[in-house]
């Protein structure tokens, strides 16, 4: 085996906690081969392309219902009617098999003649040709649900195999439930399979085996088999599996291991008389799933029913009504196995006290979140180390305009937002916030006010907005609490400028004292108040041990800013054009939300987006103080994909595919706006 191993993670989205799968590599080429891969495919540029848990505590009607809407979407589109069934038999299931083979087969047609390349050429855009398949451009709504018509025939099945002889179509009860788990992610590439490779084929899945998933478009052997399919048996329609690709298939249910009513349905199919393959020669017929991994005796044993009383159930058992998502598949060390198990949650999410969001619509501007710097004047306990303990910049200002000119060639209209460390110590600060207003976008910036009066004043005018940061920490033991008042105001003469005051817990009767000294001396700044996160950013370690009374979190929710707009702000900026004015926030059920900031929706548990479709790449870029760049703030699709170095070398689009969301809660205010809607 490998000194490695990979970790399935599913999680309850409702309260984010975690249950981590553990399972140990086979020592074969092909395993090897997978893992190389799809730690690449982490480490770079990628988007989620299926996760999926289908599991058999559902009904065949709640099935078909999924079903039928799915049709629905489908045929909006497609030419070829595909018909509702009235209900799922297994001949309803084989019909709906063959029209997915079917556009497969005429899809893979298309792609391979190039047919979209000049389709748009030929065909006028209002025209009835280009509202029907297979129109002038590749409609990726309607194939991405005949890849969600083929993972419910199979959830269907599987739900039909398991209700057998019971008295409902409910295909569980306390203790026989069986999940199956596909992953796969994007870019996708698909390797040949060697006739090594084939040998690692098994026949009969059990509980915990990871497999490679049968990426082939169509029906292999075993599915004709399992599936009874006659027709597919008499027209040769069987494609055996000849490429593997990052894609899993991970098998949470009975041991399979039923011979005897195999053999009987391929007997009864002619198998060998009509296609001349010899029963048990699973390899050579490349039936069955590709083995890769196997589930430790660790996990296992945390599955094992033990109950002498349970007759005719699952040797093991997950609980998949409370784990309903798959957050990651990773290839972590043996250390990190055997090491203390994650805490329940690994970041405490706001209790939710407003609506579910729907969607979001961000406007015309995108958002670049720009670190410039990790150093600062402050080293605050729940900052880490690494944002105020290092160097002011790597980079001069000879290095960043062209690098600046590529980003809004490619973004055009942008929304700047700087932080650091502290941004204003930043030797370029001045030319770049001069820079990006000539050419016609807006910056603003977090700042603790530490730089001098002359300073704001000289450049604060070029800002959409100056976030004045209140660190009681910092400030109240130093006595320099006037002084970043005085700051504040100054500052709000010449921009928008909001206190966003921590709310540190160990100085909470201070912090009250300063809010209300505040709403009395800066008339023109807005007050925000900001939760203090003990485990920052996408960490999954704590930084501090922080924590709120009841008390506290009810006056933190249900503040509310006296922003009087006492005085005109002499700025060189028009911030009507900034997300904060522009940004629409949908709620369910259809409902435009009034106006509140991406603070306000974080403090009261809104912001909770996972498993939503997220324009971050898009919409957005975020640029790390070492010149790291990826999608956004939260490093979901990848960590990096490129450096200020090496900006003309990145795959912008791939970059700007929009997203699934894997995190559980948005904590930033950056990533808020970003267009996103909630998937079903």
Known sequence: MLAAVIRVTLVDPDAWEPLDLYFNILDTEIARKWVE??????????????????????????????LTSIINDINVFYDQSIIVPAELTEDSLNYLHECYETYGERIGKLLDNNYWDTAFESIAEDSPEAKTFPGETFNESMHDSFIELNEYIHQSEMVAARVGTQHDNIASDEFSEAGIITYSLNPRKDFPLTDIDNESFIKFTKFGDFCLGYNTLGKNLEHVILDNDQE????????????????????????????????????????????????????????????????????????????????NASKYQVNFKKYTKVYNIEVVSEQVMNSIERTPR????????????????LGDNKIITWILNNICTYNCRYCPDMLHNGKNTKYDWQNIQPFLDSILEKYETCSFALSGGEPTLSTFF??????????????????????????????????????????PSMVFPKGHKDGFIEKAILA??????????????????????????????????SVELVYIQDQYGSSKEKICELSYTPEQINFILTYKSSHKNAFPIHSLVDRSEGPMFTTKYINEPHQLMARKTAQEMINTGETRFFNYTCNIGKESLFINYDGRIRKANCNVGGTTFGTIETYKDIDWDQLMQPLICTQGYCPCGADVPISKFKNN
């Open 430 to 471: 001045p030319e770049l916030v001069r820079k990006i207003n000539e050419k016609g976008s807006t910056v603003g910036i977090t700042t603790n006010l530490s730089r001098s009066p002359r300073y704001i004043e000289s450049h604060f005018k070029y800002l959409s907005y100056a976030a004045c940061s209140f660190h």
């Open 346 to 361: 690994w970041k405490p999410i706001p209790k939710s006290t407003g609506k579910i969001v729907e969607k979001i619509k």
């Open 232 to 311: 597919a048996v008499d027209r040769n329609a069987i494609v055996p599996q000849t490429t593997w690709s990052d894609e899993v298939y991970v098998y949470l249910g009975q041991d399979n291991n039923n011979v005897n009513k195999y053999k009987s349905k391929w007997n009864s199919l002619q198998i060998t008389e009509k296609l001349g393959l010899v029963f048990g020669e699973h390899i050579k017929n490349k039936e069955g799933y590709i083995k890769i991994g196997q589930m430790t005796k660790f996990s296992k044993d945390k599955f094992r029913i033990t109950s002498e009383e349970l007759t």
């Open 492 to 525: 709000s003469k010449h921009t928008y400028a909001p206190i966003r005051v921590m709310m540190d817990p160990e100085y909470w009767e201070e912090v009250i004292a300063f809010i209300d000294e505040i709403a009395i001396k800066c008339i023109n700044n």
């Open 37 to 66: 891969h799809h730690t690449h495919l982490l480490s770079s540029t990628h988007s989620i392309r299926e996760s999926s848990l289908k599991y058999t505590g559902v009904s065949l009607d709640s099935c078909l219902t999924k």
